[in-house]
T-cell receptor, first 115, second 111 residues
Framework: NAGVMQNPRHLVRRRGQEARLRCSPM?????VYWYRQLPEEGLKFMVY????????ESGMPKERFSAEFPKEGPSILRIQQVVRGDSAAYFC?????????????FGQGTRLTVV | KQEVTQIPAALSVPEGENLVLNCSFT??????LQWFRQDPGKGLTSLLL?????REQTSGRLNASLDKSSGRSTLYIAASQPGDSATYLC??????????FGQGTTLQVKP
């Protein structure tokens, strides 16, 4: 049973380009959470999705950022017109339909560098 | 709004010392509290998970306690080793599964 898979692991984009970050949850998991870790800062919640639904996007910047978790395929975090301040590590976590103990399973992260 | 604070921000100790990392949170309505370890440039490794109804959890040289009423948790590391050097993150989970993280404590254990 593979863990949470994120790709790419490293992504370099020029200012103004689009960045697409992918997260495949663990098998059987239908809930996905995205977090961002800016340099020298802690992890901040961005968005919580279930299949085809955004449940909580209270941590998402109002512009340029969007997320989806389609019925088939990975969850995608999309950043349009990237700026240097978007450079960060983006982590995805998944959980099963029932929270149970609430253990969070994290991917290895995507490190985005905007040049 | 839930806020999580970790003290100290950084800690440097000689090998072999026992040490305590502190975490406090403002809203006691939590689902659980988790401690993670993060090595530089790496992902998160889950260390211990304490349910809201529990008082402590132990794994090897690690022991975590939870006092929900006072909004505090501690991570105790016994007989520290250089390999324990990392950033330790405390996070509280809401009833929706969302984690709120502290800023972390960066630990250096010197040989």
């Amino acid at each position: 049973n593979a863990g949470v898979m994120q790709n790419p692991r490293h992504l370099v984009r020029r200012r103004g380009q689009e960045a697409r970050l992918r997260c495949s949850p663990m098998k059987g998991h239908s809930h996905v959470y995205w977090y961002r870790q800016l340099p020298e800062e802690g992890l901040k919640f961005m968005v919580y999705l279930q299949k085809e639904n955004i449940i909580d996007e209270s941590g998402m910047p109002k512009e340029r950022f969007s997320a989806e978790f389609p019925k088939e395929g990975p969850s995608i975090l999309r950043i349009q017109q990237v700026v240097r301040g978007d450079s960060a590590a983006y982590f995805c976590a998944s959980s099963p339909p029932r929270m149970g103990q609430g253990e969070a399973f994290f991917g290895q992260g995507t490190r985005l560098t905007v040049v | 709004k839930q806020e999580v604070t970790q003290i100290p921000a950084a800690l440097s100790v000689p090998e072999g010392e026992n040490l305590v990392l502190n975490c406090s949170f403002t809203d006691s309505a939590i689902y659980n509290l988790q401690w993670f370890r993060q090595d530089p440039g790496k992902g998160l490794t889950s260390l211990l998970l304490i349910q809201s109804s529990q008082r402590e959890q132990t794994s090897g040289r690690l022991n975590a306690s939870l006092d929900k009423s006072s909004g505090r948790s501690t991570l105790y590391i016994a007989a520290s080793q250089p390999g324990d050097s990392a950033t330790y993150l405390c996070a509280v989970m809401s009833n929706t599964g969302k984690l709120i993280f502290g800023q972390g404590t960066t630990l250096q254990v010197k040989p």
